[in-house]
């Protein structure tokens, strides 16, 4: 059975720094790429950052040097550091495991994190 389960979510001042993580199992998480996205009430849901298998990442616009995703392989968890918080970084932040094989494609969602900013 698949898992990712976020973590790190919660009540931030403007200018507050937060780090989320997901653990993942049940899958082989080092071949996956790992995402975060997140969903803003009234918005669509958009991907903010990403990072491949191979370590390449990749940032929405609006978060570029402010947040940062990593991956531990080791301990199966990507991470999300979110520094210099706005209050329109307000969302549910989601966990997304992709693999994309040469016969199957695979993509899960974890049940998200709430990221609250506000003074």
């Known amino acids: 059975q698949v898992q990712l389960v976020e973590s790190g979510g919660g009540l931030v001042q403007p200018g507050g720094s937060l780090r989320l993580s997901c653990a993942a199992s049940?899958?082989?998480?080092?071949?996956?790429?790992m995402g975060w996205y997140r969903q803003a009430p009234g918005k669509q849901r958009e991907l903010v950052a990403a990072?491949?298998?191979?370590?390449?990442?990749n940032y929405v616009d609006s978060v570029k040097g402010r947040f940062t995703i990593s991956r531990d392989n080791a301990k199966n968890t990507v991470y999300l550091q979110m520094n210099s918080l706005k209050p329109e970084d307000t969302a549910v932040y989601y966990c997304?495991?992709?693999?994309?094989?040469?016969?199957?494609?695979?993509?899960?969602w974890g049940q998200g994190t709430e990221v609250t900013v506000s003074s």
């Open positions: 997304n495991a992709e693999y994309r094989g040469s016969i199957t494609n695979r993509n899960y």
């Open positions: 049940g899958i082989s998480f080092s071949t996956y790429n």
């Open positions: 990072i491949t298998s191979g370590r390449n990442t």
